[in-house]
């Protein structure tokens, strides 16, 4: 691959969308390095912006940075590069989540093309229809997860206040005024549809896959006029053991139905997240990860 897939431009291009991902409080708590001479953009997590209350092991940061990892891929693949992608390529570096290496020519499918026009339209809007979601959608979305490497697991009307309720007791989400506050609006008005985006491992790399799949879930929800909302609260406590999850991890909890859309959040500008590693400063380092 020569300098000429990753440029800087096209690097600074490729990560603004990247951070069009969502994260708690929109806390953006990624950073990202570009290596043109091997053109590829590793993503780290920024212990400066990651909260330590209401997430001690980092799983919504890796959830929020795998989201952007999915923003990335669909970037590059709309670049006309095939993007192939690492998680955890570096063991011995918790900080280096992914890496997405340009590599050869790649024709955007239709499906991806849809996904990245609406990068920039799509908002953790609160639903407020009366419509409920039809099934057909639902299980588009689920297969969605499912080519993630996770699942969406529509919750039951059934189970949706046990489930809630299970969450409420959490004493991490009694500690946590903003959390709780989020939860009262729950289970949100009628035509609401509750979904877990779960996964079969809870390790790293699963948090990783459960963000990539909660933004192609979001991203094909907000191209098929859904409105959606992210919630984590469901990922503690007894919740975790409930029979509405048949043993698998749920990761994270979104609001789904439709309405008018709300105002969008901004981002930090690209230059305070993007390092681009000059050719010389490259081959001082530190042979870098493969990717
Ligand atoms: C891992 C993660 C956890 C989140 N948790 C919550 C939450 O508990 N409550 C809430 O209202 N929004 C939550 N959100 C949504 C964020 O607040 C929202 O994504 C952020 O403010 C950026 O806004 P945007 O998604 O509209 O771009 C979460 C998002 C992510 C990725």
Redesign the pocket.
């Known amino acids: 691959m020569t300098d000429r897939a990753l440029s800087p431009r096209t690097a600074e291009k490729l990560v603004e969308i990247a951070t ?7 806390s953006q708590p990624w950073r990202f390095v570009a290596r043109p001479a091997e053109a590829v953009i590793e993503i780290y997590a920024d212990p400066a912006r990651t909260l330590r209350d209401g997430d001690p092991h980092g799983r ?1 940061v890796h ?2 940075c795998g ?1 952007a990892l999915f923003n990335l891929r669909l970037a590059v693949a709309m670049s006309g590069n095939e993007p192939v992608t690492r998680l955890l390529p570096r063991p011995h570096n918790p900080l280096l989540l992914a890496c997405v290496r340009l590599a050869g020519h790649h024709r955007a499918r239709p499906a991806e093309r849809d996904l990245y026009g609406v990068i920039g339209r ?4 609160q639903p407020s229809g009366h419509h409920l979601v039809p099934r057909r959608v639902l299980a588009e979305l689920a297969e969605a997860a499912t080519t993630e490497g996770a699942a969406l697991r529509v919750l039951a009307e059934s189970d949706v206040m046990r489930v809630l309720r299970l969450t409420a007791v959490d004493h991490q989400l009694r500690s946590d005024p ?2 709780t506050a ?1 939860l009262a609006r729950w289970p949100g008005p009628p035509g609401t549809q509750l979904a877990v985006i779960c996964t079969r491992s809870d390790d790293r790399a699963s948090w990783l896959r459960a ?1 990539q799949a ?1 933004q192609h879930v979001l991203l094909l929800g907000a191209h098929r006029g859904l409105r959606a ?5 469901v990922l503690t406590g007894a919740a975790r053991f409930d029979s509405a999850f048949a043993g698998e991890y749920p990761e ?1 909890l979104l609001r789904l139905g439709y309405g008018p859309p ?1 105002e ?2 901004s981002r930090r500008p690209v230059w305070q997240t993007l390092h681009v590693m000059p050719a010389a400063q490259a081959a001082r380092a530190a042979v870098p990860a493969r990717c």
């Open positions: 069009a991902a969502p994260s708690t409080h929109n919504a959830i929020a989201a799509r908002g953790a809007h903003r959390r989020g963000g909660m909302s992210p919630l984590t609260p994270m709300a969008l959040t």
